[in-house]
């Protein structure tokens, strides 16, 4: 009893945070999460999580996906890059941002994952940092509060509702001078 009670509250949490992410325009779709080789998509053979589904923008349509799989959630890169970044310059940047930037971390490998306005920043210049740019409408990150084997459960550090859900826009002195 108290295993499905359990089930039913996840559920339930999944269902509301999916609708909320797409009832304020971001981009998700159905993760399904590979567990101790066992996945819910009924392929049979993944080992990495993925995305089911096409990227769903609308708060109604959500809420009939994840009524009917109750599973973990993708924030599709369509509308946001998303900067992922290694701890030492993650921590760094973090501290630099406070609450302008919506963040996260994957505990396990400790990574910083920054979500900003697409194009903002250069795939190379993040490379050159160890790090990776997750971008278009093909690409996506787990959402925060998503367990993976291998991560450990994602978490928001800078929830996107503290910056009315706008990806960080970057700005340097001639952006705030000549616009």
């Not at 993925?50 to 599709?76: C, M, S, T």
């Not at 630099?96 to 306005?117: D, G, I, S, Y």
């Not at 910056?163 to 700005?171: C, E």
Request: overall charge neutral; some cysteine.
């Amino acid at each position: 009893m108290l295993e499905t009670w359990s089930r039913s509250r996840k559920a339930r949490r999944l269902y509301e945070r999916a609708v909320r992410y797409a009832a304020n325009g971001w981009p998700v779709a159905a993760l399904a999460v590979p567990w101790h080789g066992v996945c819910p998509c009924d392929l049979g053979d993944c080992v990495e999580p993925h995305p089911v589904g096409e990227p769903i923008r609308n708060g109604f349509v959500a809420a009939g996906v994840w009524k009917a799989y109750p599973w973990d959630i993708a924030l599709v890169t369509a509308d946001f890059d998303v900067v992922d970044l290694p701890p030492e310059y993650g921590a760094l940047l973090n501290h630099q941002l406070k609450a302008a930037c919506p963040t996260a971390m994957a505990p396990a490998r400790r990574r910083w994952w920054f979500f900003v306005e697409p194009g903002s920043i250069e795939a190379e210049r993040i490379a050159a940092a160890g790090g990776v740019l997750h971008t278009g409408v093909e690409d996506w990150v787990a959402a925060p509060g998503t367990l993976v084997e291998g991560s450990g459960r994602i978490r928001w550090l800078v929830h996107p509702h503290l910056t009315d859900w706008r990806p960080y826009r970057r700005r340097d002195p001639f952006d705030l001078v000549l616009f």
